[in-house]
């Protein structure tokens, strides 16, 4: 039995104008509360529920990454110093918009806490690079196998540890303006 090209394609068009409704309804349905807002063609940002984030307490994983230039660095050398961890990378818009804040506050705030880009994808150069033209100069860590993002359990792109001098993570956050991180970081502080 052959079927006709035209009557296939008017069956998989219309399968595609029942799936994707129902599929976006599904979604609406299953997720309350959370609106996804189409930034560029193919992206999406969720807004972050701060609450949602918070892990007051948890203690920070000391998993060993690398510096800049390949040398072994640990994530339990922040311990003594209140730090401010951004885990990003180059391929992230989110990320990309929110590097200047943070080497804004960075300036500010620099000399009273210890800031940190951890970066899973990019190789020491991309990462140096596409930093620098965002206007950073705070410590950037490599994890290339990923295992600082697993053992803090990093689900989404760009997200913000803050660390007090314990070592204990007092806050997590998702995509920040120089406004709300100046506020974290202050809280982190008092």
């Known amino acids: 039995m052959a079927i006709r090209p035209r009557l296939l394609v008017f069956s998989m068009l219309g399968a ?18 959370v609106d996804a807002v189409l930034e560029e063609p193919g992206l999406v940002d969720i807004p972050l529920d701060d609450d949602a984030l918070d892990a007051p307490g948890r203690p920070l994983p000391d998993i060993e990454l690398f510096d800049t230039s390949d040398a072994v660095v640990r994530s339990g050398s922040l311990v003594g110093a209140p730090a401010v961890i951004n885990v990003w990378f180059a391929a992230c818009p989110p990320c990309e918009r929110e590097l200047p804040d ?89």
Do not use: C, K
């Open 102 to 190: 943070f080497a804004e506050v960075h300036a500010e705030y620099g000399d009273r806490v210890r800031f940190v880009g951890v970066n899973p994808f990019d190789d020491s150069d991309r990462m140096t690079q596409f930093a620098s033209e965002r206007g950073v100069s705070y410590e950037l860590w490599r994890d290339p196998d990923s295992a600082f993002i697993d053992a803090i359990g990093v689900a989404a792109f760009p997200v913000t540890y803050f660390v007090d001098a314990d070592g204990r993570i007092v806050r997590e956050a998702g995509v920040l303006n120089a406004e709300q991180l100046r506020e974290r970081v202050q809280e982190l502080l008092s």
């Open 16 to 33: 595609l104008a029942i799936s994707v409704p129902a599929g976006y309804a599904m979604y609406r349905i299953t997720t309350p509360g």
